[in-house]
């Protein structure tokens, strides 16, 4: 017999080799129709995977994360047998679940795999699912493995093998088709009801540019078809709130081949936008305490082997600038912490100075791989809403709650009310791999653990994901859509203080080394605008919005008027400004409704003959006329 503990602490008794599954049934036919793959002891295994051992076990379904990843990769296999019987000889490269769904890479040889193709496949796939296929786990030895794939004459896949080791081969089989995989998988085909083939792309195989273009086939899959037609819905929507196309239609921001991928340059109304944003951040920074500065976008390049990011960044980012003067070395500056080090460094500190909290909307370069850039969220220059407190470890704790005070409020004061924080820590197995004392890293988990209790925010931990240098929490933040994205980090960092040789004198008249902690709750500028367009459709917040109203005279002969409204509600600190094309008033509607201009002003005649404005709103329609100087009030009170 052997002892399974179910997650509510529950130890029951059974017999050596009963299968997850098994146990389900056990507990309810309910509960073993819903498994889809089983936790043991830590690991995702197959829910028909024999337990020999006592074990800890959680049974997966698909509300849980390893549910869904499980069935999705099955879902893969299920692709990819579908796709061999409707196209005899081809041969697959890698098929992984990813966030939302999966993909197959596969070499088509002559034939030309298209769009057109795709529907054929979903109907296979679903007809194959309906058969209850069992995903067959086969442990194989490295030259069965090999013979298989030589004779069936899927290079692809000998290469893979030949990384593996002899004795932890497996593969799976559902129906005819093998599959090279460590697993794990469904127990059969059955759960998969409803199929979605998205969209087909070009991947090197192995990310390899010099190497075979193959076709990436992704997908995905549900339960049920009602999930999958709201999937689709939320994709619809995702499309209409897409921020590159949103950027566009704003008049936000653009980008310019001859001034280089990945560089966004900021229109009127973007830089508008994002002035506000920094100047309501300078706000609440000074309030907690910050000092603002300005560096400069590069630093020689020893800098940066001080600080250790030429070792991280060097080779795969931009490349040294060079001067007239031999041997001299600069580089674009790839995070803005040296600089606040040699800042600290300037003059002598007591602790009595301490915390020091420094704070810069400063710019930083990083190449990242062309496939990866991605409108705003994704670029090579980016201005981070960097702050570095420089404190002692006893004002750890203190700091870290301030700056996720800082965080929530700034989040909220943009409308995100949903986000939760990870919280990486290190492995306590392995503390020889990180830098800065025992005592100062127990201090300073538990300094980030109790701040985040005592804020009330919802946290997940990951053991071992702390960098070499300090343990740290990242936003996770829920949009209108309810999708994740990744915003502010908090670091903790033991080691620029040393690389730098920061000091301050302490109250026993010693030299200490200070505790660092970087920050920046949105990330940065471009980031969090691009998620935020997504988030609001472009409707920003009134206090924000690059322009508040639009003036639209009904004809040229009311300019004057339109005017006399424009200069009376600048001066009352409101941002706006007229149509003044010779369109129709209902064009003109029409066009500010698209650019999601909060209130249009119409001017006509009788408007101006009792000195009034008739208030239209964005998505809403009329809403009565106003004296101008009342609209100011109106706009003012809602801010
Ligand atoms: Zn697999
Ligand atoms: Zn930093």
């Not at 290469?159 to 995989?181: P, R, S």
């Not at 420089?390 to 750890?396: A, G």
């Not at 409020?409 to 409308?415: A, D, F, M, Q, T």
Request: proline residues 4%; contains cysteine; negative net charge.
């Amino acid at each position: 017999m052997i002892n399974i503990k179910f997650p509510d602490g529950t130890v029951k008794k059974f017999d050596k080799g009963i299968t997850p599954l098994e146990i389900a049934k056990g507990i309810s036919e309910g509960l073993a129709r819903n498994v889809l793959a089983a936790g043991v002891n830590g690991k995702v295994k197959d829910a028909l995977l024999p337990i020999e051992e006592d074990a800890d076990l959680v049974l997966y379904t698909w509300k849980d994360k390893e549910g869904k990843s499980t069935y999705w990769h099955s879902s893969a296999h299920l692709m990819a047998e579908a796709l061999e019987e409707l196209y005899p000889g081809i041969k697959f490269g890698i098929g992984p679940d990813i966030e939302n769904g999966f993909y197959y890479d596969v070499d088509f040889g002559d034939y030309e795999f298209t769009k057109e193709d795709l529907k054929k496949v979903e109907k296979k796939m679903i007809e194959l699912a309906k058969k209850k296929q069992s995903y067959t786990r086969k442990e194989v030895s490295k030259k069965e493995a090999l013979d298989y794939f030589t004779e069936k004459g899927d290079e692809y896949k000998i290469e893979l093998i030949q990384d593996l080791k002899d004795g932890e081969i497996t593969f799976y089989q559902t129906g005819d088709f093998v599959d090279l995989c460590r697993g794990p998988h469904l127990p059969d085909t059955k759960p998969i009801k409803a199929v979605k083939l998205l969209n087909i792309a070009g991947a090197y195989w192995r990310g390899d540019e010099k190497r075979k273009m193959m076709t990436r086939i992704y997908g995905i899959t549900f339960p049920q078809k009602k999930e999958l037609k709201e999937y689709l819905d939320l994709l619809e929507e995702a499309k209409k709130r897409d921020h590159r196309k949103l950027g566009a239609e704003l008049e936000l921001f653009m980008f310019s081949d001859k001034v280089g991928a990945g560089l966004p340059i900021w229109l009127p109304n973007g830089t508008l936008l994002r002035k506000r944003l920094e100047e309501f951040l300078v706000k609440e920074q000074e309030e907690a305490g910050y000092v603002q500065v300005i560096t400069p976008h590069l630093g020689k390049k020893d800098l940066y082997v001080t600080s250790g990011h030429y070792e991280k960044y060097g080779q795969d980012s931009f490349q040294p600038i060079h001067t007239p003067r031999e041997g001299e070395e600069f580089l674009l500056k790839p995070m803005n912490c040296p600089h606040h080090c040699e800042i600290f460094n300037h003059k002598p500190h007591s602790y009595k100075e301490l915390p020091i909290r420094i704070a810069e909307f400063g710019t930083v370069y990083r190449y990242e791989q062309s496939g990866e850039l991605h409108g705003l969220t994704r670029v090579r220059g980016f201005t981070q809403d960097d702050a570095h407190i420089f404190c002692t470890p006893d004002q750890l704790k203190d700091e870290f709650l301030a700056v996720l005070e800082l965080t929530k409020k700034v989040l909220s004061k943009l409308g995100f009310e949903k986000y939760t924080a990870q919280i990486s820590l290190r492995d306590p197995e392995n503390k020889e791999k990180y830098i800065g004392s025992d005592d100062n890293w127990d201090k300073a988990e538990k300094a980030i653990i109790d701040a985040t209790k005592e804020i009330g925010l919802e946290t997940t931990t990951e053991l071992g994901e702390a960098a070499f240098y300090g343990p740290k929490l990242d936003f996770m933040v829920k949009d209108a859509l309810g999708r994740s994205w990744q915003l502010g980090t908090i670091q903790v960092d033991y080691n620029l203080p040393e690389r730098f040789n920061l000091e301050y004198i302490g109250a026993d008249n010693q030299k200490h080394r200070p505790v660092m902690i970087h920050r920046a709750p949105f990330g940065s500028m471009e980031r969090f605008v691009g998620v935020l367009i997504e988030h609001s459709e472009g409707k920003f917040p009134l206090w924000l919005t690059p322009e508040q109203f639009k003036v639209l005279p009904v004809s040229d002969l009311y300019l004057d008027y339109a005017n006399k409204v424009l200069s009376e509600l600048k001066s009352a600190g409101l941002r706006g400004s007229i149509d003044n094309r010779t369109e129709s008033v209902g064009r003109k509607i029409r066009d500010t409704e698209l650019k999601k201009i909060p209130y249009m002003l119409i001017v006509g005649e009788k408007e101006v003959q009792d000195n009034l404005v008739s208030v239209r709103k964005q998505g809403e329609g009329d809403i009565g006329k106003m004296q101008i100087l009342e609209f100011a009030e109106f706009i003012n009170k809602q801010i």
